[in-house]
């Protein structure tokens, strides 16, 4: 019976799966090595958009409306003011997006973004979105954030 077994002809194809194993792996490791590039690039991306958005309504939030402010009536943004720093800052960093102000002491501001990829584009991915969000809140005092002036 081993005679017969020993006969047949996928007995010679020893060491066959580890000249497989080896064509194949180097390949694989360099594809997902490109697609980590590209996933890499819109995390990037993506933190960037996150950056510029907090930056642009820090740069809104000092759009306060200097009138009531300096009087001591209150400290409220100024929503033309602020909504109108945050896009010059946007625009000023080339992105596009939106302001919005909230009940005076609130500004949001999201970035719309796109990464372009390296090596997706070689399959007809050329780009990902990579949107971010940021917001400012109005506060003073001079230890610790005051909501009203006394």
């Known amino acids: 019976m081993l005679g017969y077994l020993r006969s047949l002809p996928w007995r010679e194809d020893r060491g066959g799966i580890a000249v497989f194993v080896a064509i194949i792996t180097i390949p694989l490791i360099a594809l997902g090595g490109l697609l980590v ?18 930056e642009a309504a820090r740069a809104g939030a000092q759009g306060i409306d200097a009138g009531q402010a300096v009087t001591g009536a209150a400290v409220t943004a100024d929503p033309r003011a602020a909504a109108a720093a945050a ?9 596009e997006g939106t302001v919005t102000v909230h009940g005076g002491t609130d500004l949001s501001v999201s970035v719309h973004d796109t990464y372009s990829t390296k090596f997706l584009s070689l399959v007809g991915v050329t780009s990902m979105p990579a949107d971010g969000h940021g917001r400012a809140a109005l506060l003073h005092g001079v230890t610790v954030p ?5």
């Open 37 to 54: 590039v590209d996933g890499l690039g819109r995390l990037r991306a993506v933190e960037r958009a996150d950056a510029l958005a907090l």
């Open 146 to 150: 005051e909501r009203d002036l006394p």
């Open 87 to 95: 896009r010059t800052y946007l625009s000023r960093s080339g992105v």
